[in-house]
């Protein structure tokens, strides 16, 4: 017992209980669901926040050299002080699982039978009684180090320099800690992608596809996402037997990282290929940004062709192995520089076509991608011979202009699914809105951006250690919990579990899209000639029914 007592030193009750506040707080609802396990975890990380905001203050107090209360007038205020704490505790504990259940009927899952509760306390006191482990070794090292420099200096300089020392140690630790996690992520994924190129399933046999023997980009080094989005997608005949119309066989253009050593390199491979294929001559042609991975998602791109009869092309170029959070870090300026390369060598090209015989442009991204393709859609560039249009799905939430459209919304207009203007210009979607209303029609240039109201990827504030989300002060959407309570510090950890969470979302909440939330967006943004809603309903029932685009499950 002398031996813990010694490493974990005395608890402070006060400090403690500010804790359970936090606890508390925690377990009240967010975006996404969220079981016992992750829930236990999140509590206890919580707990230790709290704590350790307690103690900070507690030092300052004594540091300020303010009266303080010790004996039994200390111990009789601090239990008066923990008996609210543990009410408040035990009534938000025995709530959160209606809060939950309330969340998960939203979403159309099943509801927990129980609240789990020996696993949420359970887990929040190993996390806890491990975040606190570590931050006693932190204070030792800082004992330790005010310790040699007592030897050579005033105290109050010992204390400065060895709080300095201790930070630097733990930056350089941490730094070179992610660095070294981060280049292995991106060795491994780099050589497991070089290994699917030795194992790459056999070309293409049709000269009109991406890598045959007559296409311009070498097949092996497309890499798996790029072969997997040529080689899918409907066909002319399947395009056919759904819409009874005549048909093409949709273009498909994809340039991996392997193909080239730079994204200008890769940029003009992509062009030289769509005029090889003939895109300028269809009617649609769409350039659009890949996740992270360099993942397509099928739920977005079959729709479209289906509805333009297959005269349409769609490109796309690679700029990243790693998954979208790793590229979102550690490659952000080459996503942005790719996507850049790709929009600026098309429309230069575009433009110098007759603008009655050239294809509708448009620009198309998911997650990271839409990030990506908003940066290199350069509206100054536009003004003298715009595109005609882009759709963005899932927007990152530091992607500079969707922060600067949604901040211009009409007043009283909701956070989450705003109006802008008149609509002629930009609309919003979600799964509970087309962006086929607004004041006025669409003008020249169609914008689209698709976010769920439950997607924490979309709407993580990161003020929000300290002041609400805008959304948060608002009605909730309809997929959205009626039982929101902001708290400093524990929302903005809710959040940033939210965003791991949103990838396995059910289809149509978080970050999980999928063809039947494309849909719609995409007939408003490209005005597919002759289609009602008639169509739109089958197309989403055609979807359902098993084509490829109804595998579609969220960004990657």
Known sequence: MKVLSTYFGRLSVPCLLLGLLFFAASLTPSLIPRGPVVQGVLGGLVTAIGYLIGYCVVLLWRAADLPRLSGWPGIILTGLAALPVLGFFLWVLQSSLTWQNDLREKMGMEPYEALGLATIVGLAVVTFTLAYGVGRLVAG????????????????????LGFVAVVLILFVVTRDGIIDVAVRS?????????????????????????????????????????????????????????????????????????NGDT???????????????????????????PTGTGWMDPGSHDPVEYMHDGDIATVSAQYSYLQSPLALIFETSTGLEQATALQDAIHAHWRTLPADDRPRLYVHGLSLGAWSSMYATNLFRLLDDPIDG????????????????????????????????????????????????????????????????????VFYDPLSVWRAPPWMLERPAPDMSDHLIFMPVVTQFQL??????????PAGFGHAYYAHGYIEPWVQVTAPEGWTDADTERLKAHCDNGFQAGCSNGAR
């Open 141 to 160: 090292l800082f004992r330790l180090i005010r310790g040699r420099l007592y030897r050579v200096m005033p105290p109050r300089r010992a204390n400065i």
């Open 496 to 505: 940033a579990l939210d965003m791991a969470l949103s990838f396995g979302a």
């Open 186 to 258: 991106f060795d491994e994924s780099y050589e497991a992608a070089q290994a699917l190129f030795d194992q790459a399933p056999p070309r293409p046999t049709e000269a009109r596809m991406t890598g045959s023997d007559a296409s311009l980009i070498d097949w092996g080094a497309i890499g798996t996402p790029g072969r997997n989005f040529i080689l899918s997608g409907p066909t002319a005949e399947d395009i056919t037997a759904f819409t009874g119309r005549p048909a093409l066989d949709p273009i498909r253009v994809y340039v991996g990282r392997a």
């Open 263 to 289: 994204p200008q390199e890769r940029a003009a491979l992509a062009l030289a290929e769509l005029q090889r294929q003939g895109a300028f001559e269809r009617e649609v042609l769409i350039v659009t940004s």
């Open 390 to 457: 882009a759709f963005w799905a899932g927007p990152p939430f530091p992607s500079a202009f969707w922060q600067y459209v949604q901040n211009h919304r009409n007043d009283g207009s909701p956070w989450v699914l705003p109006t802008i203007g008149d609509g002629s210009l930009v609309r919003y979607a979600s799964n509970f809105a087309d962006a086929s209303e607004a004041e006025a029609d669409w003008g020249p240039m169609r914008i689209v951006f698709l976010q769920h109201s439950s997607d924490p990827i």
